[in-house]
């Protein structure tokens, strides 16, 4: 039971690029997570999504796309990657049904030069 | 006001005493109130979580819940360099809120 996988685990990008990060889990939960932290923040609710074709924004939605095809996979999109992107990104999920807690991914570090 | 608040600290306590951590939710209807550690660049880290009234023991620590006042409290006993890390409450009502953490350091 992997849990919640991230992937990449590091990412340097070029003022511009686009890039996805992909996250996916294996525990059949409906909701979803993206969150992004900057050094010595607390978390930031990117999109988050409550089941397969279902996504909505949280608090810092632009400059990221998300899709939701699958229960298992839910990756974030970076179109024109900007120097205030650089953060680490968690992706986290849980069962909405259950009074559970988020369980998260290690986290994708990513640096926009 | 924000759904979660907790004081950003930082929280200093000597090896062997106690640690408080201290957090307020806004949603009376909140069921479920949860504990995550993080240390410094990694993912936040379950060690708690309390659903009822009253307090909640495991190890050295300890839940405190108490509904009426929307008040949620973290107790570490005998504190350890290792306990440093910064401390992230969780509420689950209509939504999944955390709160911004608080830096805890453990002197030895």
């Known amino acids: 039971n992997a849990g919640v996988t991230q992937t990449p685990k590091f990412r340097i990008l070029k003022i511009g690029q686009s890039m996805t990060l992909q996250c996916t889990q294996d525990m059949n939960h409906n909701y979803m997570y993206w969150y992004r932290q900057d050094p010595g923040m607390g978390l930031k609710l990117i999109y988050y999504s409550v089941g397969a074709g279902i996504t909505d924004k949280g608090e810092v939605p632009n400059g990221y796309n998300v899709s939701r095809s699958t229960t298992e996979d839910f990756p974030l999109r970076l179109e024109l990657a900007a120097p205030s992107q650089t953060s680490v990104y968690f992706c986290?999920?849980?069962?909405?049904?259950?009074?559970?807690?988020?369980?998260f991914g290690d986290g994708t570090r990513l640096s926009i030069l | 006001q924000k759904e979660v608040e907790q004081n950003s600290g930082p929280l200093s306590v000597p090896e062997g005493a106690i640690a408080s951590l201290n957090c307020t939710y806004s949603?009376?209807?909140?069921?479920?109130f949860f504990w995550y550690r993080q240390y410094s660049g990694k993912s936040p880290e379950l060690i708690m979580f309390?659903?009822?009234?009253g307090d909640k023991e495991d190890g050295r620590f300890t839940a405190q819940l108490n509904k009426a006042s929307q008040y949620v409290s973290l107790l570490i006993r005998d504190s350890q360099p290792s306990d440093s890390a910064t401390y992230l409450c969780?509420?689950?009502?209509?939504?999944?809120?955390f709160g911004t953490g608080t830096s805890l350091t453990v002197i030895p």
């Open positions: 309390i659903y009822s009234n």
């Open positions: 969780a509420v689950n009502g209509n939504q999944f809120y």
């Open positions: 949603d009376r209807g909140s069921q479920s």
């Open positions: 986290a999920s849980v069962d909405s049904n259950s009074n559970q807690p988020q369980h």
